[in-house]
């Protein structure tokens, strides 16, 4: 379903890809600095959740470019990895309950999803396409 005005396109598309490096640069940066700092295997696990949708957010970015049958997969895997890693940080590292880590879960998952609709429909249409 992707948004057919041209400047429209090109304005959802430069949000898409700002929020999506937004993403990779805060998952990294806290993936980097908690890396030190996990001592159980909990907080190892959320850490390499959180590098993961780093990885995810940039293979999106990429994936709406090039390569784009691989789109929905790298979509699919960056709310996947969102979802885990803001359900487990609140575990993990927040001392949360499971019940309470599910919900940050679904919260994060949820936040996943609007990200990756913004770039599905903000991707620039193939070639020969009009």
Sequence with gaps: ????????????????????????????????????????????????????????????????????????LTRAGLTLSLGLSGGLASVVWGGTSIPIGMIAALASAAVGLGITWLARVAAPEERGQS
């Design 1 to 72: 379903m992707p948004v057919s005005r041209p400047l429209l396109r090109r304005v959802l598309f430069v949000v898409a890809a700002l929020g999506l490096l937004g993403l990779a640069g805060s998952g990294v940066k806290a993936a980097v600095d908690q890396w030190s700092e996990a001592r159980t295997l909990g907080q190892t696990a959320q850490t390499l959740t959180q590098l993961a949708f780093a990885l995810f957010a940039l293979w999106t970015l990429v994936t709406m470019i090039w390569g784009r049958r691989w789109n929905r």
